[in-house]
């Protein structure tokens, strides 16, 4: 069974500092990788996914994220965050590929930028 | 872009009575999910349906859950009697045949008084 851990419940940073928000993961097959960021009172948004290839994969907002296989990890990163990344982010996994596959989450890890 | 729609975006109800919960996925895609977010929680997986049947359902997706994929656009989730730990957020997924990524409906938030 797959299972996210994602270390950190609460994380604060100043505006324009770098960020890291930590993920693990744990499947017995291949996966893919998500990160998701909701804001107040709204949906989920995928901000990048991991499915092959490259183990640094770009995402939106100016986020990425590396893959690493062995240490089953997939942190997200910003060089310089900005108030408007103040939300909650969610690691998910999903073991690809093919067919239905229901997506696990992590707790969520809520980003704070303080100005 | 093509996305998924959910409706309403917010229901209230009393405990006891029976609601459904809307989503439109998106028109090419196969498999639909539905996932739910109780305030404070993280994210669960409810129900996978695929070929109008369930492919997998979690511990939480008991009795007086349904859903149903009425016609050629829109599926349902039905909750019989609702309770008050019904609350929360309801999600809404769809994916294509062959791909493991979803794309995300932006939630339908039931209250239960």
């Known amino acids: 069974a797959q299972s996210v851990t994602q270390l950190d419940s609460q994380v604060p940073v100043f505006e324009e500092a770098p960020v890291e928000l930590r993920c693990n993961y744990s499947s017995s097959v291949s996966v893919y990788l998500f990160w998701y960021v909701q804001y107040p009172n709204q949906g989920l948004q995928l901000l990048l996914k991991?499915?092959?290839?490259?183990?640094l994969v770009k995402g939106i907002n100016g986020f990425e994220a590396e893959f690493n296989k062995s240490q089953t990890s997939f942190h997200l990163r910003k060089p310089s965050v900005h108030i408007s990344d103040t939300a909650e982010y969610f690691c998910?996994?999903?073991?690809?590929?093919?067919?239905?596959?229901?997506?696990?989450f992590g707790i969520g890890t809520k980003l704070q930028v303080i100005p | 872009e093509p996305e998924v729609t959910q409706t309403p975006s917010h229901q209230v109800t009393q405990m006891g009575q029976e609601v459904i919960l809307r989503c439109v996925p998106i028109?090419?895609?196969?498999?639909f999910y539905w996932y739910r977010q109780i305030l404070g929680q993280k994210v669960e997986f409810l129900v996978s349906?695929?070929?109008?049947?369930?492919?997998?359902k979690s511990e939480i997706f008991d009795d007086q859950f349904s859903v149903e994929r009425p016609d050629g656009s829109n599926f349902t989730l039905k909750i019989r009697s609702t309770k008050l730990e019904d609350s929360a957020m309801y999600f809404c997924a769809s994916s294509e045949q062959g791909l493991a990524e979803q794309f995300f409906g932006p939630g339908t938030r039931l209250t239960v008084l």
């Open positions: 349906f695929y070929n109008n049947e369930i492919s997998e």
């Open positions: 998910a996994v999903t073991e690809g590929p093919g067919g239905y596959q229901k997506v696990t």
């Open positions: 991991y499915l092959s290839g490259s183990t």
């Open positions: 028109s090419n895609h196969l498999y």
